[in-house]
Each structure stands twice: as C-alpha cells, then as structure tokens.
C-alpha cells in the first residue's frame, strides 16, 4: 500500500504540474527529487544493512529537498551563495545523496564520473597549466549546483520534471494495458508471412514499443518475451534470434515521434522545437531498420528461413481490436500536438487520460474487475520506477554539466578536441564517436549524450556543423554502447534470455546494426537526409542514395556471396555513400 500510494503521489504531482500553470522552479525541481528518492532508496531489495542506509538516505535527500522548495524565495535572493552552516550542510546532503541515487539505480560510473567533476571544481585551481581554474568560493560553488538553478535544480532538471516524466507515465499507461499486444499484432500481420517473417516481426514491434519506451534494455526485455521464443520455435540460429531482438530494440530510441527521452533533452539544449527534431529524425530512423531489414534478408536466404505460419498470424479481427488500444491514445496525443497545437507535454496529458480510461477494456470482451485494478496497479508502480531512475540520472548530470559551466572547464576540453584533430571535422566527429562508445559503456544513452555534447557539441559547431546536426551525430553515437562490445547491455539480456554466448550474439548483432555506425556519419556528409521538413526532395534524393550505399555495405557483411564479390559491395557501398564529400 505504500508503494501504490507513493506512486500515485508522484504521477499526480509531475500531471498535476502541467495543468496548474507555473510553479517555481525550486519548487518543482526538489519535489521531483523527493518523490523519485523512496523508489530508489526504500522499494528495493537487498540486506538489512542496505536497506537501512537507504532509509538514512532517503531522510535527508527529502528533508533537504522539501528545505530547499519552502524556502525557495528567500534562496532565490542568495543568486545562489550559501549563508551560515545550515546550509552548507544541506547543500553537501543534496550532493551526497543525487551521488548515491545514481549509483543505486544504475551502477558507479556515472556518480563517479560526478565525484570527479566535483573534485575537480573544488581543488582544480591548484592544477598546473591550461587545465586549471581559478578557483570558486565554497559558498559560491556549493550553492551554485544545490540552491540555484545552475546544478542539479538546472535546465536539464526542469526537463525530467515537465516532459521526460510525462512521458514515462504515457508509456507505462500504454504497457499496462494491451497496446504491447497490438503492436505485435500489427508487426506479425504486416511482416509475418515474408521470408525470415519472426525477425521482421520483431523489428516492426521494436521500433514501435521502443519510440515510447526510449530503453534499449526494458525493449528487450518486453517484445522480446514473445519474438525470441518465436524465432527459435522455427529454427533460427540463437545467436540471430537475439542480435535481432538487440539491433531492433536498440532503434526504438532514434525513432520518431517519441524518441525516448533523449528528443525532449534535445529541445531544451539546442532551442529547436520538437517538431522540427522529430522531422529530422525521421528518414535517418528509416533508415536504420532498412538497413536492420536488409541483413535479415541476407540472413533468411543463408538459412533457408521461412515467415511465420497462418495459424501464428493473428486474424484481422484481433489486429484492429488491439491496435485500437495504442492507436487512439497515440492519435489524440498526435492531434494535440499538431492539430490543437499544445505543447508536447499536455498532448501527452491528455494521451494518459485517454490511455488510462481504455485500461478498463479488453480484447476479449470480458469485465474483470482485478484484472483493471492489476493494470492499474501497474501502470503507477512501472512509472513511478522508470520516473525515478531517470531522475536520479539527470540530476546526477547535471552536476557534471554545472561543474563544467561554473568551472570553464567545457570550454578548455572543446579547445583540446578542435586542437588534437588540426581543426579537421572528420577527425573531430571519430574522437567525439569514441568518447561517446567509452562513455556509454556503462552510462545510459541519455546521460552520454548529454556529458558528450556538452564538451564535444561546441567544437563540432565550430566546425560547421548545425546545432541540431551535431547533437544528432552524439545522440546516435551515444547508443553504440547497447550492441557494441565490451559493454552491450541490450545484447547481454537477449543472449541470457536466449541462453546463448553473447559474444556471438554481439559480432551478429554488429552486422546486422551497421546503420547505427555509418548513418551519424552520413547525417554530416549528406546533411540532406535531415531536411524532411525543408527540402523534402533533396531528402528523399538523400534517403535513396543512403539506402542504396547501406544495402550494398550490408550484403557484403552478410550475403551469400564469393569473397571477392563482397569485398567489390563493400567499396562500392562506401563509394556511393561518401565519394561525393572525398571528391568533393
């Protein structure tokens, strides 16, 4: 009962927000972080001693946060410098418990490399050379990241508060009811007959669920509860099976309208509308499962793999039954934002209240009263979760983010990059590419695309490159960590739910995801394809000539060819895909 009733406070609150009008940012902000700490902290399992420490923790981080929104009138005429023991003290308690947040929810590196930053922004005037810093006030430094709007109570909070968790509790909405089942309906109606049908399947499925989840890893494990059992029942390699299930679940996050949380992130740093994001996403994102379609195809003809039988394929009936129950909250969210032309958030409010009345209705007709209040049930705790973990990795980045802001220490590191690649683009983009796959290892792909860009977006801007092309490339590069060894976790939970080894998983699925390597780097060469919204035959002139270099790249990694005829596909894939920028 306590869970449910916490989870109900924190949907509310974060519902709440966008229909009561403006709250103070100090106000919004700290009671986001009270709500989220129980989940992190107090729902968990672990040993008395584990537990314990998270009650302690939990205490503090919402006594100081609830301190911090009472008082946030008086502390916003400090401009953010701290005043007496008191509240020195809660600003270290804020800091310290954001640090442990993060490490509960999803492992050490990112407070670590949190800690860092704050060592740095504490001690680094006593850095030799360039990379020093003049040094901060105490008072000014602490109150700066905890009390004013330039830390954790920054941009990239506002953004978790009033967008990001909106649209989590939206897709919990939507998972708790049967929208999972008809997006499999429509994938095993649309693809299920082709050849290699239970793969292609369990990319159309992927895609869709995965725009709303925006979680390589929770893709996986849901659509793939239903695709890997499939694949395997009709004799597809595991190790096939899997990378499928990776590589697709993997796209969710690049595709449009949703785009996970990394879209909503997008807006608030580069001041681009959502729209207009979403329009240059888009043909990119096609791309991408073309590409993923493409290797399946190699695949089906080198095992001889047929589609899904007609008794396995659901009948017409139960497909518009159950897309009904995703397609209407999806249309009334689309017709808010483009029709009525709300903000994002309160289409997406209004998709909730939708998506929560059809929680009362089923597919096969039959009023079940537990049945309603499990899915209700459900959608509140599966929210109230997800809300939690991605509070606790934003507020966590954004301390790096203030540090390097308060610190100048951004700027010095865009200096390093435009310095170590001669002011050249192309070396840019492979040094921002791999601090992107080394920081995404083991940091979720919000969190390395916000730390990358906000180093590395600068020097590529320098270079020529748009605001909203740069902060694509990173955005793309910041998920190769999900299928790309040594840290692949969407390919780690489908080979172990698969039970296959996950390396063989990992090389398949390399293959098989090619685009999420060359298609950043096409967005630069080809700035074209993002022009959807502007220029929309010079796009569709781009998404021909990529697609085109993509196939061909593709059957020379997987088809059925002589060495030599696929070595000749090869180089013609990269001849067609950038021989104009090397002429040019």
């Given at each position: 009962m306590a869970m449910i009733a916490s989870a109900v406070c924190l949907v509310v609150f974060h519902l709440g927000l966008i229909f009561w009008g403006l709250v103070p940012n100090l106000v919004s902000r700290p009671l986001h972080l009270a709500l989220a700490l129980p989940w992190i902290f107090l729902f968990v399992e672990g040993s008395r001693a584990y537990r314990a420490s998270g009650a302690a923790f939990c205490g503090l981080g919402m006594a100081a946060s609830l301190w911090v929104a009472w008082n946030h009138s008086e502390l916003g005429d400090q401009y953010g410098f701290l005043e007496g023991d008191v509240q020195t003290g809660i600003a270290i308690v804020l800091l310290l418990v954001v640090l442990e947040a993060a490490r509960r929810a999803i492992s050490w590196p990112l407070p670590t490399v949190a800690l860092l930053a704050l060592i740095?922004?504490?001690?680094?005037?006593?850095?030799?050379?360039?990379?020093?810093?003049?040094?901060t006030p105490l008072a000014s430094f602490l109150g700066t990241l905890t009390i004013a709007e330039g830390g954790i109570w920054g941009s990239l909070a506002g953004v978790s508060v009033s967008v990001v968790a909106i649209f989590v509790i939206f897709g919990a909405v939507l998972n708790a009811g049967e929208a999972g089942q008809g997006f499999m309906n429509i994938a095993s109606a649309a693809?299920?007959?082709?050849?290699?049908?239970?793969?292609?399947?369990?990319?159309?499925?992927?895609?869709?669920?995965?725009?709303?989840?925006?979680s390589?890893?929770?893709?996986?494990?849901?659509?793939?509860?239903?695709?890997?059992?499939?694949?395997?029942?009709?004799?597809?390699?595991?190790?096939?099976?899997?990378?499928?299930?990776?590589?697709?679940?993997?796209?969710?996050?690049?595709?449009?309208?949703?785009m996970g949380a990394g879209a909503f992130v997008m807006v608030e740093l580069t001041g681009v509308p959502y729209t207009a994001i979403m329009a240059a996403a888009l043909l990119p994102a096609f791309l991408y499962f073309f590409a993923v379609w493409i290797g399946i195809n190699g695949y089906a003809s080198r095992y001889e793999l047929a589609g899904l039988a007609r008794e396995d394929r659901p009948d017409l009936r139960a497909v518009i039954i159950t897309s009904a129950f995703f397609a209407i909250p999806f249309a009334v969210l689309m017709w808010g934002m483009f029709a009525a032309r709300y903000t994002p958030q309160y289409a997406a409010c209004l998709a909730i209240l939708v998506g929560f009345a059809m929680l009362f209705f089923h597919a096969d007709g039959v009023l079940d009263i537990r049945r309603i209040l499990f899915r209700m049930e459900n959608a509140v705790i599966t929210a109230a979760r997800q809300v939690s973990m991605i509070a606790a990795i934003i507020l966590c980045a954004s301390i790096i983010i203030g540090v390097l802001s308060i610190t100048g220490l951004g700027v010095k590191i865009t200096s390093l990059i435009l310095s170590a690649s001669g002011g050249m683009l192309w070396p840019s983009l492979l040094?921002?590419?791999?601090?992107?796959?080394?920081?995404?290892?083991?940091?979720?792909?919000?969190?390395?695309?916000?730390?990358?860009?906000?180093?590395?977006?600068?020097?590529?801007?320098?270079?020529g490159?748009?605001?909203?092309?740069?902060?694509?490339?990173?955005?793309?590069?910041?998920?190769?960590?999900?299928?790309?060894?040594?840290?692949?976790?969407?390919?780690?939970?489908?080979?172990?739910?698969?039970?296959e080894n996950w390396l063989k998983v990992a090389v398949t699925a390399m293959s098989l995801g090619l685009g999420l390597y060359i298609i950043p780097l096409t967005m630069v060469a080809n700035p074209a394809i993002m022009g959807l919204a502007t220029e929309p035959l010079a796009a569709i002139l781009a998404l021909v000539q990529i697609g085109l270099g993509l196939a061909l790249i593709s059957y020379a990694l997987i088809g059925v060819f002589t060495p030599l005829r696929r070595a000749a596909l090869g180089l013609a894939g990269f001849a067609v895909l950038f021989g104009p920028v090397m002429l040019g």
């Open positions: 740095y922004g504490l001690f680094g005037q006593h850095i030799p050379g360039e990379f020093g810093h003049s040094g693809a299920g007959r082709l050849k290699g049908g239970a793969a292609k399947v369990s990319v159309i499925s992927s895609a869709l669920f995965g725009s709303i989840s925006g390589a890893s929770a893709n996986v494990a849901s659509t793939g509860a239903i695709t890997l059992p499939a694949m395997t029942r009709l004799g597809y390699p595991k190790r096939l099976a899997a990378a499928v299930e990776a590589v697709a679940s993997s796209g969710g996050q690049i595709m449009p309208p949703l040094l921002t590419a791999l601090a992107c796959l080394v920081l995404g290892m083991e940091v979720p792909t919000t969190a390395a695309y916000v730390i990358c860009v906000s180093v590395a977006g600068p020097a590529l801007t320098k270079l490159l748009e605001p909203l092309q740069a902060h694509l490339f990173v955005f793309w590069f910041a998920l190769l960590s999900t299928i790309t060894p040594p840290v692949c976790g969407a390919v780690f939970i489908a080979a172990g739910m698969i039970g």
